[in-house]
């Protein structure tokens, strides 16, 4: 089902906890919120599942409207943070308890139950209690007290933030074959931009109680909404750059420097701020025209590319680059216009080639 | 080694010292009257004589079992209202809570000594006088468990109560199936103090109840002193120890349950 | 994560536990049951021994007429009162502070590090949950001038009266040692449990340093556990004020009303005198004195809550 939200508010007395969001989830679609703590993703999702009160705006689906509807009217499951286990309970009791109050015979509990174990693979623990499982296994039994619902949304809130590294790209793997094999929808809320990036099919920023960008993990890359989700998306970070264009509108003068150089393409005069990702930025010996002489301040071999960085810039080159600590080396502004990610000064809102570009 | 001697020896001479008023008592308890008043406790008359005396020619069994049926219906009573309020104070949230809350806190107060009299004139009017009513309803709550209890409840994960929340559990079904399981071991705590404490209870019955029918044990003790058979102190102490039988299987069993949660829940606060 | 949230967050997240408006119904549904049951048989006694406390009544209890303070005047003019008043009041303070510090004592034994410790630790706790009623009987036993064995004992140290509880002094001195010695049980638990969560460098270093016992209690426990120390006082006083059932038991309240302590005058004017009147002020008396050292638990202790 399609999960339309309008303007949806929260308040909180006088703190706006969020503001006026609208998106529209598709069935099926597996929905990353993802954006720094604070920021009300997890309120988002929160609204969604009904257990924090609407301010102001509608959560509805083609069944209606959701908004005022308790949790359990909404044909929801959850998976909590710290999982919200019963101690004094199972695994296979665990499970069962969400199916509590869905008016199922004991016969198809029972029968769930044991097709949710196996979808997790944990048959073999369903006697256990929780405390004598690990970490990632009672993130299993989470999910799977989330599957036994056979709810077709699902929402997750940062399930995955209490592993450690290994458990967690293992549990993402896990999660991304179960909403392949089954279909369902996913909300998922991480503040994990990696994560975010790996799983969605579509991200919605959040940051600072408003809706920053929703797009495809590529469109977000690719092209940033504003210098929040450029800065936010993407290790190592986007390289940024003060930019004067000239009344010429044909060349262009960075900040600290008294070289003008000419655009790769005509812009309108006045002010910017350019962002460039590392990859676009090279490294190189020579100086050409858009070349800005650096001293390497550190270098990481990851053998597949080498980070060049210098000053609160960083450059990423594919291979394995020939290059030490305290050499002299130039990082040169890539040529293509597409990999100029421009904003607004004032604003931090992304400047569209098509609004900036003039006579081309 | 010889400071580990010593050491030993004064541990066991103090704790010998502190038992040995309950050791004297169950040694008298074993021996005839005759051999107690001559002041001789030598072992070899010791039998269980004095018990069958006890249980034949006083209405001890009587009294213990008046005791258990109080106990058991206050400590069941207190349970489960303890628990409601408990819950309430701990998990909703409702207009004027906190003056609720402080007269709670206010009948902490307010020693029960102090209340006997009304409280005798009320529980004669009721028709409750020598009844098992007049000795537990009065005592079916107790702003001490609400407190215990909710200190306990609010040791539960909110993310367990939003779950319950989550999946549509009514407050019944969220105590009954995630806070009461999950407060288990407090929950038995709380149940034994509170058996324990009113099988001790002295004064009320002694105000109000008038026969061996309804007597319990501890007044059932002062009949006894008041009566002949104080003269014999051998079935005198064996009725003292069948009333202790409760405290002294709390002593030897559930003493490291009890301390644990003495420790981690209520006192501390 | 959670930690890191802003502090609006954080407040929805505990907001959610008000869920709603109609739950207001639910609240006061579990409510109803206790707190009728206290209204009932706390507060409305508490304020018909108020009420009583002004007015003169008839053998049945019931108030003729209300005589303002007289009562109160009659009681603190009656020297058998005012015995009682000293008499609680020297006992309390002596149960109290010989509590304490016999527990701090036991429970600093019992903290030594020797294996079968926990036998020690059963045998301190063991008057732990003891009725006072169980204990009187024993103790009589024990002081019975023709078959105890203390009586026996003091003759044999040459102690002149063999039968402390014919006599004022030794009267209270018994029904003292009665109670301190029912009352350590509980006492010896807390403070053990205090004592353990001192952590063991302390002492270790004192142990280095060649301190003695004595000075290890008295400059790491004591300063330690002192939050615990006042604590237990208070309970201890609170609990020594409604001592009832050793004095029934013991003296009743001879000889020469030295032991009638004030909450047996209580119960002894109202059901033995049918002085209702001036037992409802010496109640509130009573009230008023355990409500104040009440009043300072809460006030000034950390722990909200006593065993009692």
Known sequence: ?360 | MIKRTIQYSGLTLVALLLLAPLLVGLWASLLPTTDIAMGALNFHHLSLANYAAAIQTTPIVRYVLSSFVISSLITIGQLVLCSMAAYAFAFIAFRFKQAVFFTFLVTMMLPFEAQIIPNFQTIKALGWLNQYAGMTIPFLTSAFGVFMLRQAFLRVPSELIELGHFLGLSHGQTLAKLVLPYSRSMLVTFGLYTFLANWNQYLWPLITTFSDQYRPVQVGLKQLQAEDTFANWGVVMATAMLALVPTLLLLLGGQRFFKRNLNAGGVKG | MELNETHAVRRTRRSLLAWVRGDERVAFGLLAPSLFILALFTFYPMLATLVNSFFVTNIAGVTTRFVGLANYQAVFGDPVFIQSLTSTLVYVLAVSSLTVLLALTLARLATMKLRHIGWVRTAFASTMGMSAAAASILWLFLFNPSVGQLPQLMQALGWANANPLADGQGAMVVVVLVSVWLHLGFAFLILLSALQSVPQDYYEVAEIAGVSSLKQTLRITVPMVSPTLFFLFVVEVIASFKSFAEIDLMTGGGPNNVTNLLAYKVYLDAFGLQKFGPASAEAIVLTGLIALATWVQFRFTERKVFYG
């Open chain 1, 1 to 360: 089902m399609v999960i339309a939200i309008e303007h949806l508010t929260k308040k909180f007395q006088q703190t706006t906890v969020l503001d006026d969001v609208s998106v529209e989830i598709q069935p099926g679609e597996f929905f990353v919120l993802v954006g720094p703590s604070g920021s009300g993703k997890s309120t988002l999702l929160r609204m969604i599942a009904g257990l924090t009160t609407v301010t102001a705006g509608q959560i509805r689906t083609e069944a209606g409207d959701l908004t005022r509807l308790p949790p359990k009217d909404r044909h929801l499951a959850m998976v909590f943070q710290n999982y919200a286990l019963l101690p004094f309970l199972t695994v296979a009791e665990n499970v069962r308890f969400g199916l509590e109050n869905l008016g199922l015979s004991e016969a198809e509990k029972t029968v769930r139950v044991r097709e949710a174990l196996a979808l997790v693979h944990l048959e073999n623990l369903a006697d256990r209690r929780p405390k004598a499982l690990s970490g990632g296994q009672q993130q299993r039994v989470a999910l799977a007290r989330a599957l036994a619902t056979k709810a077709d949304t699902i929402l997750m809130d940062e399930p995955l933030s209490n592993l450690d590294a290994q458990l967690r790209a293992e549990m993402r793997t896990e999660i991304m074959r179960l909403h392949r094999e089954i279909g369902m929808t996913l909300i998922y809320v991480t503040h994990d931009q990696v994560e975010a990036m790996t799983m969605g099919d579509r991200i919605m920023v959040v940051e600072g109680h408003r809706v920053q960008q929703v797009g495809t993990p590529l469109d977000l890359y690719n092209h940033p909404a504003n210098t929040f989700v450029a800065g936010f998306i993407g290790t190592p970070q986007m390289n940024w750059f003060e930019l004067t264009v000239m009344p010429d509108q044909r060349h262009y003068r960075l900040a600290g420097a008294d070289t003008v150089r000419p655009l790769p393409m005509p812009l309108a005069a006045g002010q910017y701020r350019l962002g460039v990702r590392p990859e676009h930025l090279v490294t190189g010996r020579t100086r050409g025209p858009h070349a800005l002489a650096v001293t390497v301040d550190a270098v990481q071999q990851l053998g597949d590319q080498t980070l060049v960085f210098a000053g609160d810039r960083v450059s990423a080159t594919s291979g394995q680059l020939d290059v030490f600590v305290g050499e002299s080396r130039y990082f040169t502004l890539p040529e293509a216009p597409d990999h100029w990610h421009l904003f607004s000064v004032a604003t931090g809102a992304r400047i569209g080639m098509e609004a900036a570009t003039v006579g081309a």
